[in-house]
């Protein structure tokens, strides 16, 4: 499937850590003729960390889009009843982020847009980075493999001696990842061997 033309949104949570491999997906997104929305969950946009300043975050998804970045539950709310977007991509997706969507709760930016694209039967993916998908979130992980309309970017082991439990994303799969959800079809596999 081609996806020039697709409306997506990239949605960060806090795994501040991989936010420089996001920025190279959402580049290649754009080249690609994709209409990208950025939204940032409430810690995303306001943490400094030793990855980086959120403002130059902020700044750099901005210039590469062309858009402002969503960065409130009201403004994410707008998303689901006026039908924007075609997908959304959550990416990092936080532990935190893979808890709260397996259990319902909708208390950030993030989850409100999910909410929302879920709302109007729409694909949501989830480009983990988890220290603690092979213990607390494995239950997580499972539940949210066989719930409708989301989708994985495949992921396996990022550190499994110095962190067994410890799981991420291949983030240069995310255009294949996006293709085969827009087709309702799960790129495969799914689980990766350890890096």
């Known amino acids: 499937m081609n996806i020039s033309g697709k409306k997506i949104g990239v949605a960060f949570t806090g795994s501040y850590c991989t936010f420089d491999k996001v920025i190279p997906q959402i580049e290649r997104l754009v080249k690609e003729n994709v209409d990208v929305y950025p939204i940032f969950s409430e810690q995303s946009k306001s943490t400094d960390t030793r ?38 991509l959550v990416a990092p997706c936080t532990g935190n982020t893979l808890a709260k969507m397996a259990n319902a709760i909708t208390d950030s930016t993030v989850l409100m847009s999910a909410k929302g694209l879920l709302r109007n039967n729409k694909p949501v993916i989830l480009a983990i980075s988890t220290n603690d998908a092979l213990s607390n979130n494995l239950k997580n992980i499972g539940l949210l493999i066989n719930t409708k309309n ?21 983030f240069d799969l995310i255009p294949s990842t996006i293709e085969h959800a827009l087709e309702g079809k799960q790129l495969q596999p799914i689980i990766l061997a350890p890096a």
């Open 51 to 88: 990855f980086g300043k959120a403002s130059d975050f902020l700044k750099r998804v901005k210039e590469i889009t062309g858009k402002d970045p969503i960065i409130t539950i009201t403004e994410a709310e707008k998303l689901g009843p006026n039908n924007i977007l075609d997908i959304i």
């Open 150 to 170: 989301i989708y994985f970017v495949p992921f396996g082991q990022d550190n499994y001696k110095a962190k067994p439990n410890s799981m991420i994303a291949q």
